[in-house]
């Protein structure tokens, strides 16, 4: 009887736990798009601190992510901090991660990490290929499986304005 009662109690806990995440993904914030197909920058990097936050701000000044920045777990690779954005973009789902590097003391993960994005432009985590862009002591994860081409210019968009971003 005991039994039963653990397994239904089991069971019904996995039921509310999975369409609590079934809620969540209906309720991601949309990145909305002007006419002209791109979101417009308005934000310049001078006007941003040299950290982590101040790269998450300037990108959420510029459009180029929208939502909950949600902290990542930035140790399995070597970093000192890291974000994550997870927003709706013309219809797809879109994964925007940033992550800050202390260059002057890199312990072995991280070197690995940067090395393989430096090399091969994508780093690998749990057997994951994690396509990634470096600038500075600041690399980024971008992931959107739609490849439209209002999501590959919002893509050039992200990329452009990480590349600048240099307080």
């Keep these: 009887m005991l039994k039963r009662l653990g397994c239904l109690a089991a069971a019904g806990l996995l039921m509310v736990s999975l369409s609590a995440c079934g809620g969540q993904m209906g309720q991601l914030e949309t990145l909305e ?24 701000k300037y990108m959420e000044s510029n ?20 974000f994550r954005y997870l927003f709706k973009f013309d219809g797809s789902t879109v994964q925007a991660e940033f992550y800050e590097f202390d260059l002057n ?12 994005v430096k090399e ?17 002591k600041y690399l980024m994860v971008y992931t959107d499986s739609d490849t439209d081409e209002a999501n590959s210019a919002q893509r050039k968009k ?6 600048d971003f240099k307080p």
């Design 33 to 56: 798009v002007p006419s002209s197909g791109v979101t417009e920058s308005t934000a310049a990097p001078s006007g941003f601190e040299d950290n982590l936050a101040g790269l998450c």
């Design 63 to 82: 459009q180029a992510v929208i939502g909950e920045r949600v902290e990542m777990s930035y140790k399995e690779i070597g970093a000192i901090g890291g």
């Design 105 to 116: 003391n890199l312990d072995e993960k991280a070197t690995a990490c940067l090395d393989s």
């Design 120 to 136: 091969k432009g994508f780093f690998t985590l749990l057997g994951n290929d994690a396509p990634s862009i470096l600038q500075g």
């Design 158 to 163: 992200v990329e452009t304005l990480f590349q």
